[in-house]
């Protein structure tokens, strides 16, 4: 699970809480598929919400330290966490395929210059889609 911020270059801060940025939440099943959705926030309750949503309880999920991911153990989660300040992966501790997807998103949204705050959420779940079958040939699927 990862939180990430979308919206054109800005002066300012970057990351959590820059100005004019959309927050969005991804879960990556290892091996599997992406969910995204886009969050007002990325207060804890809010994850929390969309992983008691989407994921079994039970699982074993990988996060960065960012502290609204505290609460999954006490909803019936395991959680590991990577420390970005230290290292990006240990052993089997890392969340580098979902900020795979971000690059993969991020890198496709760039060619349209900007994309309409209330077209955003579609553009999204057509790149959560293209992301989820990109091992196949999408033309064949369409024609």
């Known amino acids: 699970m990862d939180e990430s911020y979308f919206g054109g270059r800005r002066e300012g801060k970057r990351g959590r809480g820059a100005a004019g940025k959309v927050p969005v939440f991804g879960i990556l099943e290892r091996g599997g598929k992406v969910t995204v959705e886009v969050v007002t926030d990325v207060q804890g309750e ?3 919400e969309l992983a008691i949503k989407k994921v079994k309880r039970g699982s074993l999920i990988y996060t960065d330290k960012f502290r609204s991911y505290n609460g999954l153990v006490s909803y019936g989660f395991k959680h590991r966490r990577i420390d970005h300040g230290k290292r990006f992966a240990n052993g089997k501790v890392y ?3 979902i900020e795979g997807f971000w690059s993969f998103a991020k890198e496709r949204l760039l060619k349209y210059h900007g994309v309409d705050a209330e077209k955003f ?3 999204l779940k057509e790149l959560e889609f293209r992301y989820n079958h990109r091992d196949r040939d999408l033309f064949d699927d369409i024609v």
């Open 95 to 97: 969340i580098n395929g």
């Open 46 to 48: 809010n994850l929390l």
């Open 121 to 123: 959420p579609l553009y």
